[in-house]
């Protein structure tokens, strides 16, 4: 039997940083790990450069079902935090787009520092632990394959459901229904989408086009790049309105945003029909442009016919069949209710010494290194709290 007075549970970027503040905080902290190294999704991240912040982090950057639950975890604990953090530890990084910002080298860097933190405050790594048990009684005791840990502490920080192959479980939301915590429904967000076998015909063979597009469903709209996928549609743009859309419900795609298009096709069409379709070509990616008039043609060119040719150029309908789901999935949505925890704290207000802190609560981010704000954020709000 080993003692701490504090245990958390899974040694991802939110599990780590908490210890890491524990720690310094003159708590014994063990974070118990049942993978055989840490911070695996942390390593894949970003192409493996991990985008592990933006410095454009905004509440409106979070999607939850208490929009304002996230606000003061992530006004106390900002990217200039983090990135004070990065540079302390001599970690070269570059903005890429939009406020991303990567490692120049390898994601590696990130867990090597969030390692050297725990290290330097006392906190013991426990890799290969597979919890088959947890209790509370005066105590929390957590039971492994090979040990037995207890604390008056414990922290949930196992993440998702999405990327099984990296071992996620739904093992945080288990233990939330285990101590009469609420769900918020979960899904797969930031994923690609998949096409019904119709749509997949006329368009699976532009597998690779890419497009900037407006998307939009219900009140949601980003403006981003779309990619064509054999099954689908991918992209930041897709990525990022996945975490809004709903099975069934419609996509609205702007293939032309801030564009009017039918001017140069009008002016082109007072030649000949060949140059009108030559200069509707300019309009859009070369192949996604043939495919559009191979089935959308206007008949005769009339400006009725190119009337219509422009609405449907800024609102194509489409309504896809479904997610490529957890395997492709980047953040889960959906998780421990934000209702069941102090936002201050991430303290469970049931039971007391128990938290859930990053991807497990109920707070999705957008694409973009805003996921791992959250992460960052909500663990430092744990952490200086235990």
């Known amino acids: 039997m080993r003692q701490f007075d504090v245990l958390i549970l899974g040694a991802g970027a939110a599990g780590l940083l908490c210890a890491a503040e524990a720690g310094k905080r003159g708590r014994r902290v063990a974070v118990l790990e049942r993978a055989d190294h840490i911070g695996k999704k942390i390593l894949i991240s ?65 867990t090597n520092m969030l390692e050297a933190e725990c290290h330097s405050a006392g906190v013991r790594i426990f890799l290969s632990a597979r919890i088959q048990e947890v209790q509370h009684t005066t105590e929390f005791i957590v039971r492994t394959d090979s040990t037995e840990f207890r604390a008056p502490v414990l922290v949930v920080a196992t993440g998702g459901l999405s990327i099984p192959k990296i071992g996620a479980t739904g093992q945080g939301y288990d233990l939330a229904r285990q101590f009469g915590l609420g769900i918020v429904r979960t899904r797969p967000a930031l994923v690609p989408l998949v096409l019904a076998k ?20 219900d009140h949601q709209s980003f403006r981003e790049h779309m990619l064509f996928t054999h099954r689908g549609l991918s992209g930041p743009a897709i990525l990022q309105i996945s975490s809004y859309w709903e099975k069934g419900k419609p996509l609205h795609m702007d293939l032309a945003p801030d564009r009017t298009v039918t001017p140069s096709i009008r002016e082109a069409k ?25 089935l959308h043609m206007p008949r005769s060119w009339t400006n009725q016919d190119l009337d219509k040719l422009e609405r449907e150029l800024h609102d194509w309908s489409l309504a896809p069949a479904d997610t490529e789901g957890y395997e492709k999935a980047e953040v889960t949505a959906g998780g421990v209710d934000t209702d069941e925890l102090s936002s201050k704290t991430m303290e469970s207000r049931k039971v007391r010494g128990l938290f859930f802190i990053g991807e497990v609560v109920d707070v999705t981010g957008h694409l973009g290194g805003f996921n791992f704000q959250w992460a960052w954020a909500s663990a430092a709000a744990a952490g200086r709290a235990l």
Request: proline content about 4%; glycine content about 8%; some cysteine.
């Open 46 to 110: 970003g192409g493996g450069r991990c985008n592990f912040t933006n410095i454009h982090c905004r509440p409106e950057n979070f999607l939850s079902a208490n929009e304002h639950f996230a606000k003061s975890a992530l006004a106390r604990y900002t990217p200039s935090d983090f990135i004070a953090l990065v540079e302390k530890h001599g970690i070269p990084y570059h903005e890429k787009t939009l406020g991303q910002l990567f490692c120049n080298r390898s994601a590696q860097d990130i």
């Open 270 to 294: 007072s030649r000949n029909l060949a140059a009108a379709r030559a200069a509707f070509l300019g309009v859009l990616p070369k192949r996604l442009a043939e495919r559009w008039l191979d």
């Open 198 to 217: 119709k749509m997949q015909n006329l368009y699976g063979d532009l597998a690779g086009v890419s497009a900037a597009v407006v998307v939009a469903t």
